[in-house]
């Protein structure tokens, strides 16, 4: 079928009552003309079957456009409610969509501000952690200094001492060692023979007493090389711990710098996949009140042309049995 109205021809032209005034004319023509021609009748009839051949050539082509008609009453109608449907089907499954799209949204959305604290977070860890890595590697450098300094002064007055030299109660190393007798944690036996042997003016001669005060002295290095060795060890450790923390703050703020980018991402392309379905769910709302507007104006038209073409065939059929009735009376 095809979309269309009925032409202007579907309006009823003709009427019984105006065959019998055409007949008439003819009847009163061919009285007339009787007095001029052997046959006048069978020209009136002549006329009159071709008229009635006309009246039934324009019933064909009025039947084909009325068809025509019809047929797009029937598959318009049925293609108006087939679109009705599926927006009908369509619209919920959007809306499902829509709630769905906008609550991944909202999720990612917070998901990126936990990732951005997150980050944060780390950062300031790493600065906080380094700030005290430098405190304590300052310190142990400092107390490394020291250690390195008062075992290697106690190692010279060892040496000295041992040796008997002569002039070491003057030197920078026996300053060393007194104050590390005052200084450091030794009995106070061994710190008052220490202090005194410091004291004395000529102690060199005395073997017995300098083997005691090497031994003292020998183990106040000792003393001082594990107290460094433990310093030691714990700046290594330290050092450990601090490589391990800032790896995995490193490891942290790289993921979730490179979650905040995907799902920044994936919030841009959800924006524009919930305005997308917005606009089609908007589009496919109105179009279903559309159609369902015009299937009601297309049963309604359909309706008054089928009442219309019901009145214009009987007409014709009026028409065609009229101009048949005279042309049989005429015969």
């Known amino acids: 079928g095809a979309a269309g109205g009925l032409p ?30 052997a046959n006048p009748i069978r020209r009136v009839v002549t006329m009159l079957q071709a008229m009635s051949n006309k009246v039934v050539a324009e019933g064909k082509k009025e039947q084909e456009l009325f068809d025509k008609f019809m047929c797009y009453c029937t598959n318009g109608a049925d293609a108006l409610a087939n679109s009705i449907k599926a927006a009908d089907t369509k619209i919920p499954q959007t809306e499902s969509a829509l709630k769905e799209a906008a609550a991944n949204k909202a999720q990612f959305e917070a998901d990126v501000k936990q990732h951005q604290t997150d980050r944060a977070e780390a950062k300031e860890a790493i600065a906080a952690a380094t700030a005290l890595r430098e405190k304590q590697a300052a310190e142990y450098a400092k107390i490394s200094a020291d250690y390195d300094a008062n075992i290697a002064a ?27 007798a005052i200084d450091m944690d030794i009995s106070p036996a061994d710190r008052d023979q220490v202090m005194a042997f410091l004291a004395q003016g000529q ?10 005060i ?76 559309e159609d ?3 299937l009601a104006d297309l049963a309604k038209n359909c309706a008054v042309k089928e009442k219309e073409w019901a009145e214009r065939s009987k007409t014709r059929a009026e028409e065609l049995l009229a101009l048949a009735d005279t042309i049989k009376l005429l015969n």
Do not use: C, W
């Open 8 to 37: 202007a021809k579907y309006i009823p032209r003709r009427t019984k009552p105006m065959v019998a005034l055409r007949v008439s004319a003819l009847l009163a023509l061919g009285v007339t003309a009787s007095e001029h021609n």
């Open 203 to 212: 102690g060199f001669g005395y073997a017995p007493k300098s083997g005691q």
């Open 214 to 289: 090497v031994g003292i002295l020998k183990q106040m290095k000792e003393t001082m090389e594990g107290d460094l060795a433990t310093a030691t060890a714990a700046e290594q450790k330290a050092i450990g711990i601090f490589d391990e923390l800032i790896a995995a703050k490193e490891k942290q703020i790289n993921a979730d710098t490179a979650a905040i980018e995907s799902k920044i991402e994936r919030i841009g392309n959800l924006g524009v996949e919930i305005e997308t379905m917005k606009a089609d769910l908007s589009d496919t709302a109105n179009a279903m009140i």
């Open 292 to 294: 369902k507007k015009f």
């Open 154 to 180: 106690m190692g010279k007055a060892i040496t000295a001492i041992g040796a008997g030299a002569a002039g070491f109660l003057q030197t920078t190393a026996a300053t060393s060692v007194r104050r590390l």
